[in-house]
């Protein structure tokens, strides 16, 4: 089936630098999602974006569609202590059917104040 | 608050048996999904429905597994003579039709099968 490659897997900075985390795919995804995940709490949807090259952006987090529709990336500009979580990429494929989502493994990212 | 919703929040049980979960969704959403997550993964898909109607089921979901969605309002996920590798998160999430890949999640159950 298809899978996303998240990288890193982890990530420890210090409280106002920026972040950046990617997603890949061996295959081509029609619309990526970035989610946030606080222990113990379900995701919450950040950005979704649904054309190739498209650039969203969300506050301080910016991410885009990839030309090749086969990877994404987001970007989280002057952290701050409260953007600690797991970053999750998801993903509807041209493999899969119906609206299910793909979800990677996920980035945990740690800020340090 | 207007988001999805889950009952039980957690739940311990022991291996043998069956345990049923509640989903609210968003109200005017009318598709809704069910998703497990064990640690250290990504939520995977298992179902979900369009207003009443079970549309797609994963492999995940074994003939143990159940979901109904009746009145195409809540949800219940119910997993019959529970294994302890049934110990996992699960969650629920509900989408508009027209913007379908924009999943809402709730908070989840845990279960945790001794």
């Known amino acids: 089936g298809q899978q996303l490659n998240q990288s890193p897997q982890s990530m420890f900075i210090q409280e106002g630098e920026d972040v950046s985390m990617n997603c890949t795919s061996s295959?081509?995804?029609?619309?990526w999602l970035w989610y946030k995940q606080d222990p113990g709490e379900g995701p919450v949807l950040l950005i979704a974006?649904?054309?190739?090259?498209e650039l969203t952006s969300n506050g301080r987090l910016t991410a885009q569609f990839g030309i090749t529709r086969k990877d994404s990336f987001l970007n989280i500009s002057a952290s701050i202590p409260s953007d600690v979580g797991i970053y999750f990429c998801?993903?509807?494929?041209?493999?899969?059917?119906?609206?299910?989502?793909?979800f990677g493994e996920g980035t945990q990212l740690t800020v340090n104040p | 608050d207007t988001g999805v919703s889950q009952n039980p929040r957690h739940k311990i049980t022991k291996r043998g048996q069956n345990v049923t979960f509640r989903c609210d969704p968003i109200s005017e959403h009318n598709r809704l999904y069910w998703y497990r997550q064990t640690l250290g993964q990504g939520p995977e898909f298992l179902t979900y429905?369009?207003?009443?109607?079970?549309?797609?089921k994963s492999r995940l979901l074994s003939d143990r597994f159940s979901a109904e969605r009746p009145k195409g309002s809540f949800s219940t996920l119910e997993i019959q003579r529970t294994e302890q590798g049934d110990s996992a998160m699960y969650l629920c999430?509900?989408?508009?039709?027209?913007?379908?890949?924009?999943?809402?999640f709730g908070p989840g159950t845990r279960l945790t099968v001794t």
């Open positions: 974006l649904y054309k190739a090259g």
């Open positions: 429905f369009q207003n009443e109607a079970q549309l797609e």
């Open positions: 295959s081509i995804f029609n619309t």
């Open positions: 999430a509900s989408s508009q039709g027209t913007r379908s890949y924009e999943q809402y």
């Open positions: 998801a993903g509807q494929g041209k493999e899969t059917s119906g609206s299910r989502l793909t």
